[in-house]
């Protein structure tokens, strides 16, 4: 199953010195049956952009919670793209979970197919997201739109040899 995780670049370079996207659990995204039946009218590739659009936003609260523990990382969107068994996945019930998934096992990163990325011209519109998010949460509306603004930037797509340039300062 392709499986999308959000994550961070250091989160990434961490991976990369372990050979893998751990501990599990994880939480993921992908196209599950309730994702499947919400958006009836999508292809596959609809409902894969909508999986990785979720992961996005965890990676966007990955990046919050980072700098919430006095973290610095470069305010850049990482979400990697993976294939994993069936049998290490299990699936959310709730609505707002239609497609997140929980892994039971690290993810090796010979399973990654893909890593995607913010542009570096999206930076400062991810730092806005990153400080509208508590007050996004609560409920204000000009939070939300700035949080919502993030997505406005395509992330890119890497391949996996490409990785440790992605990394370098």
Known sequence: M???LPCTL???ALAVEEGELGPAPLTGYAVTP???????????????????TEAARGSLRMLAADR????????????????VPDRSVSMGVELEERGRV???????????ASVHIDD???????EAAIDALPASDQGDD?????VDGAEAHELMWYATQEIPDLLRP
């Open 2 to 4: 392709r499986v999308y």
């Open 10 to 12: 250091p989160a990434l």
């Open 34 to 52: 309730a994702l499947t039946e919400w958006y009836a009218s999508g292809d596959t590739e609809e409902l894969e952009y909508v999986a990785l």
């Open 68 to 83: 919430a523990d006095g973290l610095e990382a470069t305010p850049r969107r990482v979400v990697v793209a993976a294939e």
């Open 102 to 112: 929980r892994l039971s096992e690290p993810v090796p990163l010979a399973k990654v």
């Open 120 to 126: 570096v011209s999206a930076v400062p519109d991810i």
């Open 142 to 146: 000009d939070a939300r739109f700035t």
